[in-house]
């Protein structure tokens, strides 16, 4: 992780520049989440205030600050697209056969939910993303199938 932040310094003008791309090196390494430690660690590191770091992280929805984080995170967008053409279902059936609200993980540890903003596929709308990745042109009969593919 050190090796690839470093790296960083020769694609951005100062280290402030550098706090997502450095959140997305340790959030890769530590298995797409992000603890309050590992915020503080990247504060040290580039040595800017860790409110500076908490800001970029809890700003932008591709830090995953769930904690515990399931091993499957579910990313579903709310965005116009999707929500036009049905994300509040996709949603709503997710809480109900998972048993969780955006923001939580399952007991087991296994799905976490969110919900993001747009994920760039709006043309395949409504969509999720399951780590890394993208399930597109959904219906609750589709979520159900994807869920059961984790099993
Ligand atoms: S609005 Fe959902 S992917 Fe763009």
């Not at 430690?37 to 830090?63: C, G, K, R």
């Not at 969509?127 to 869920?147: A, F, G, H, R």
């Amino acid at each position: 992780m050190i090796e690839e932040i470093k790296a960083l310094e020769n694609l951005y003008p100062d280290k402030r520049s550098q706090v997502m791309g450095a959140l997305w090196v340790v959030q890769r390494a530590r298995a797409w989440k992000l603890t309050k430690a590992d915020l503080l660690d990247v504060a040290e590191f580039l040595d800017i205030s860790p409110v500076e770091v908490q800001a970029v992280a809890t700003f932008y929805t591709m830090y995953n600050l769930i904690e515990p984080m399931g091993r499957y995170h579910i990313q579903v967008c709310q965005n116009i697209s999707c929500t036009l053409l049905g994300a509040e279902n996709l949603i709503a059936h997710l809480e109900k056969v998972l048993g969780i609200k955006p923001g939580e993980s399952t007991a087991d540890k296994k799905f976490s939910i969110s919900t993001v903003e747009c994920l760039g596929s709006c043309g395949t709308a409504p969509m999720m993303q399951i780590n890394d990745d993208y399930y597109e042109s959904l219906t609750v009969e589709k979520v159900d199938e994807i869920l059961m593919s984790y099993k």
